[in-house]
């Protein structure tokens, strides 16, 4: 079993920039690829960003590539989000997700985590 915690979110204008974390249970985090997803309301969960479990590789959804950054420290247990030039429209919550099975926006995700509101105003 892992346990993922997201923190990070809140409120932020247009043009900010915002950092999303989870942090994971467990003792072999190394092992499990790494995702961040985010839904929006009234929409479906769409995939935003991947990583293996190396952190070498990532992967990103056209939406966001440029702006954000998805990192990991494996010695903390943890997967970041860097969001910059944060748009109205990247409004949702998003979620952190782990997986052994694969990795990327074509994974089958493990686990989730709680998720974090992010609010982009206008």
């Known amino acids: 079993q892992v346990q993922l915690v997201e923190s990070g979110g809140g409120l932020v204008q247009a043009g900010d920039s915002l950092r999303l974390s989870c942090a994971a249970s467990?003792?072999?985090?190394?092992?499990?690829?790494a995702g961040w997803f985010r839904q929006a309301a009234g929409k479906e969960r769409e995939f935003v960003a991947g990583?293996?479990?190396?952190?070498?590789?990532?992967q990103y959804s056209d939406s966001v590539k440029g702006r954000f950054t998805i990192s990991r420290d494996n010695a903390r247990n943890t997967v970041y989000l860097q969001m910059s030039s944060l748009k109205p429209e990247d409004t949702a919550v998003y979620y952190c997700?782990?997986?052994?099975?694969?990795?990327?926006?074509?994974?089958?995700?493990?686990?989730w985590g709680q998720g974090a509101q992010v609010t982009v105003s206008s």
């Open positions: 997700a782990v997986t052994t099975r694969g990795w990327g926006a074509r994974a089958d995700y493990d686990y």
């Open positions: 467990g003792r072999t985090f190394s092992r499990y690829a």
């Open positions: 990583v293996t479990g190396s952190g070498v590789i990532t």
